[in-house]
């Protein structure tokens, strides 16, 4: 088995924007989504909240629409990919935002 994480990027509102019933509904689905997988989940993760950019000649640089990770276990890259079925944050369906998924590699050798 191998570690994975999901990076979140869309245009997502900030939790603290939204009303009492539309945070009750985020935090329906994501904890619907997170007992679906069971398991797998090893890390539910976190919201991004301040954030900046440093470029390597020390210069900062516009940051991207990353919105936060989340860290699931999984046999493979498919298999951690399939996870994603009925994500929350996949649930807009109009292509602006993505789970971007990266195994976590082992550095204990």
Do not use: C
């Not at 990076?7 to 539309?22: C, L, N, R, S």
């Not at 950019?53 to 860290?71: F, K, P, R, S």
């Amino acid at each position: 088995m191998s570690k994975f994480i999901y990076i979140y990027k869309g245009p997502a509102t900030p939790m603290d924007q939204f009303t009492e019933e539309q945070s009750a509904q985020q935090m329906a689905a994501w904890g619907a989504w997170m007992g679906k997988i069971g398991p797998a989940l090893t890390d539910g993760g976190a919201p991004f909240g301040a954030r900046t950019a440093v470029l390597d000649n020390g210069t900062t640089a516009d940051v991207t629409e990353l919105q936060g990770y989340t860290i699931v276990e999984a046999e493979n890259l498919d298999a951690a990919k399939a996870l994603t079925e009925g994500h929350p944050f996949l649930s807009e369906r109009s292509g602006h935002y993505s789970v971007e998924i990266f195994e976590l590699v082992d550095m204990n050798m």
